[in-house]
């Protein structure tokens, strides 16, 4: 094998022009990294944003969320053998030789699963829309990790929830967008490892879904007195708070929405500041903006270059390696919308995310020779 076909990222904006079918050279592993072949690939909102928003760099692979077979191991990577069925999350659209839509696929192991091949079917799901379900196909896999490895940093580091059930139990988080692939996992990541009461919003439509999944409270974001419902439910017991959309708007319902309550801490995940709201000076929550890509343990240029702490490696890396396993046969993904195999189905993909038509569901499709 010389070569890896690739998704690439071109540098355009346009309808449909996102992203090109390419040829690179065969990727090289570190001695801390594995190396899958990829089966079944998830798109990401954060994969058009590279592009438009000019985070990342044309000419780089796309794709954050890919799931395949083990083929190589870094001589320092535990763990893994080569044939396993694992899934992986990486910053797409970055990187020349490592991204997400690609034949061969380079993983960092803290942000690499490897599931129970006993419980899983290698059989491709076809085109179609298939309900949340275990984690037991490629396309479900795919479909998980990022939100689970955002969701995990988010929890163990950016929000300090201590992983005490007991004390937890008579708390609240209060996860605004519960219906976001984010928030699907945040729901059952929030109720499952921390033992917390959670109350989420979303269109009334998915308010059952997301009852299965965990919730004790459901809202709908677009009553006009959504804030006030929350905060009679809440009764003072919203200790979190985690805004999983992340715009100005929905950043200062999250808060307002906690008015009362002893919150310490608040979270979002496209780097607002808490300045970009308005907040009360006297509140010594801790504000927070999570980055995932932090949790491989490398640097990020982010505009200016962030780099992980020991504290958050080491919040997240508990949360990966101890408190995420024993819940992960059990973990749900979000609904799947299945694309025609090939990497032709990236510029729908993302186009589809691009135009707000994505709903509690993910849109994944398999590899094509
Ligand atoms: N910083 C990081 O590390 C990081 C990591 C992951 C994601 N992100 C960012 O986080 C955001 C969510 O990503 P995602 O993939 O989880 O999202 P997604 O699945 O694409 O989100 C779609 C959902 O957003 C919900 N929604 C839209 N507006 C809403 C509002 N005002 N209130 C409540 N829900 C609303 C919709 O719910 P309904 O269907 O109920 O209308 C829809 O189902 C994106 O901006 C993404 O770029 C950042």
Known sequence: MSSNKIVLSTGLTGKGELTTISTTVF????????????????????????????????????????????????????????????????????????????????????????????????????????????????????AITLSLSTVGLSLSHSLKIKPTKESNSSKYILIWGGATSAGIVAIQIAKSVYGLKVITTASKKHHEFLKSLGADATF??????????????????????????????????????????????????????????????ENKARFSGTIVYLANGEPQELGTVVYPTQELLDDYNQFWYELLPPFLKDLKTPNLRVLKPGFESANEALELLREDKVSAEKVVFRYQS
């Open 220 to 281: 709908d974001y677009r009553d006009s007195n959504v804030i006030d419902q929350i905060k009679v439910f809440a009764q003072g017991k919203i200790y979190y708070a985690l805004d999983t959309v992340s715009t100005i708007e929905t950043y200062q319902q999250t808060y307002d929405a906690t008015a009362g309550s002893p919150t310490e801490s608040y979270d979002n995940l496209l780097f607002l500041p808490r300045e970009a709201i308005k907040t009360d000076p």
């Open 27 to 142: 990727p090289q592993i570190t001695d801390n990294q594995i190396l899958l072949r990829g089966v079944a690939y998830a798109a990401n909102p954060t994969d058009w944003k590279h592009t438009v928003l000019q985070w990342g760099y044309s000419g780089s692979i796309v794709g954050s969320d890919a799931s395949g077979i083990v083929t190589q191991i870094g001589k320092n990577v535990k763990g893994f053998e080569i044939g396993d069925y694992v899934s992986t999350t990486l910053r797409g659209n970055y990187s020349i030789d490592k991204g997400g839509f690609a034949e061969y696929v380079i993983a960092d192991p803290p942000t690499t699963i490897k599931y129970d091949k006993s419980t899983f079917s290698s059989e491709p799901l076809p085109v179609g829309s298939f309900p949340a379900s275990i984690i037991n196909t490629f396309e479900g896999a795919a």
